[in-house]
Nanobody
Framework: QVHLVESGGGLVQPGGSLRLSCVAS????????MAWYRQAPGKERELVAS???????NYADSVKGRFTISRENAKNTVYLQMDGLKPEDTAVYYC???????????WGQGTQVTVSS
């Protein structure tokens, strides 16, 4: 069984920064894709950023230029650097990873991000 544990969420003022981390219980070297999603109250879960095995990144239009997804294989960790945070970024953020050798996608438990003055 694979476990993903997110951390790094919290309360931040508009314009501030946070870095989310997602640690996997197995090596991320052979992942097909890694992504961050978010879900705000009353809204559907949406893709925020993704990173493929080949290094291709994709971002939601609402976060382009402000968020950066990255990985650190040695620590089995994927990050989401969030700068210039806005109140509309408030949501629970979830890590999602697909491995080449495993069926399906795996999710973390989520971490709350609240942007408010």
């Amino acid at each position: 069984q694979v476990h993903l544990v997110e951390s790094g969420g919290g309360l931040v003022q508009p314009g501030g920064s946070l870095r989310l981390s997602c640690v996997a219980s197995r090596s991320i070297f052979s992942t097909a894709s890694m992504a961050w999603y978010r879900q705000a109250p009353g809204k559907e879960r949406e893709l925020v950023a993704s990173l493929t095995r080949t290094g291709y990144t994709n971002y939601a239009d609402s976060v382009k230029g402000r968020f950066t997804i990255s990985r650190e294989n040695a620590k089995n960790t994927v990050y989401l650097q969030m700068d210039g945070l806005k109140p509309e970024d408030t949501a629970v953020y979830y890590c999602n990873i697909r491995w080449i050798t495993l069926d399906g996608a795996f999710w973390g438990q989520g971490t709350q991000v609240t942007v408010s003055s």
